[in-house]
């Protein structure tokens, strides 16, 4: 009996362990996990702009970001790309919430390039240096973000600033999964202008990002001061000088998270953000909202072919999303769906 038990005890203890090693090893829901998709809930863009030091209300600190990647990470949000949310391509793990993380104004701190010793390595400090090694360490959440760029400030500033290096951060960005944004040539208040020098800003920033990306298609704008143009047309689309510009999306500066691109609400070229920082508007205050309220917490059924929401919210279905996507609507007061069975 002793030698059953003694074996007995062991198996039970290397399942223990095995169990506790899957736990840790991954974020994505698990069969058994109990959860109710909602593809109608809301989803934060988040804002960043300086990256060091010290915290500020327009910069924070790298460790700071780090704290807002590791909190995210931590209560089951997922990273996708601002071009996936705006084209309603999101493929996104059941049981997930989705979020979009971008840049503006393309300091240095955003990304930089250090010696060690005879080598060039990105700066673990700067913003894409924390992402990168973070994508490292958790394999499982891949990290990707839109870099609002400025092309014509002073040299040292522009474009992530190190002017020697800038060629090479572009191409980096680009070659690993990033995009790269409009944000006026040298930060116009594009309300304060007319519409040939709205077309002017807009389209020699595209005009200098492509002369060192030849063919790269900017695809989003991020509104300087999160002012529009008196003719907000000319935030979509215009031609300078022969230089036609296109944008799909259209980010504000504000404090409010965005409707899910499956909603009558979602307008690309109206796109609110969470501006980042430890304040009342920040990421960390919308998610404990969206987590004490269900119908605001986007949660994907896992499934790219098909459109989850509940019944409650039915009437906020955008009339499209029955032409390209199977809707399934969970009834009222129905139990949480199972993952496993996803």
């Known amino acids: 009996m002793s030698t059953r038990r003694t074996t007995l005890m062991v198996f039970l203890i290397l399942v223990s362990l095995f169990s506790l090693f899957q736990i840790g090893e991954s974020h994505a829901a698990q069969p058994g996990t109990a959860f109710t998709p909602n593809e109608l809930g809301r ?3 988040l804002e960043y702009h300086l990256i060091g030091y010290p915290e500020g209300e327009w910069r924070r600190t790298p460790e700071n970001f780090q ?3 590791e909190m995210l990470y931590a209560n089951n949000y997922y990273p996708i790309s601002l071009d996936s949310l705006v084209s309603g391509k999101m493929d996104v793990p059941a049981g997930k919430t989705p979020f979009v993380l971008t840049f503006d ?4 701190g955003q990304f930089r390039y250090i010696k060690k010793g005879d080598q060039l390595v990105i700066d673990p400090s700067s913003a894409v240096g924390i992402m990168e090694n973070f994508k490292k360490k ?5 990290l990707t973000a839109t870099f609002y760029v400025l092309p014509a400030i002073k040299k040292g500033l522009r474009l992530f600033g190190q002017e020697e ?6 191409e980096f960005l680009v070659k690993n999964g990033y995009e790269i944004g409009n944000h006026s040539y040298w930060h116009q208040n594009l309300g304060k202008t007319d519409d040939i020098g709205v077309q002017k800003q807009l389209a020699l920033a595209v005009k200098e990002i492509q002369s060192y990306l030849p063919g790269y298609q900017v695809r989003s704008l991020a509104l300087p001061f999160g002012v529009h143009a008196k003719n907000r047309e000319l935030e979509r689309t215009g031609v300078y000088e ?4 296109e944008h799909k999306s259209v980010m504000l500066v504000g404090s409010a998270t965005a409707p899910s691109p499956y909603s009558v609400d979602f307008n690309p070229y109206l796109l609110e953000r969470v501006q980042a920082g430890d304040t009342p508007w920040g990421p960390e205050a919308f998610m404990k909202r969206h987590q004490k309220n269900p119908e605001l917490l986007y949660i994907s059924d896992g499934d790219v072919k098909t459109v989850t929401i509940p019944a409650s919210l039915q009437g ?20 949480p769906q199972n993952a496993g069975k996803k």
């Open 242 to 245: 022969g230089i036609r510009y």
């Open 165 to 170: 290096y800038i060629q090479k951060k572009l």
């Open 316 to 335: 906020k279905l955008a009339k499209h999303v029955k032409e390209k996507y199977r809707v399934k609507i969970i009834p009222a007061q129905n139990p």
């Open 67 to 69: 704290k807002d990647l």
């Open 43 to 45: 989803i934060m863009i």
């Open 105 to 108: 104004d393309s300091s240095e």
């Open 138 to 142: 958790h394999p499982d959440f891949p």
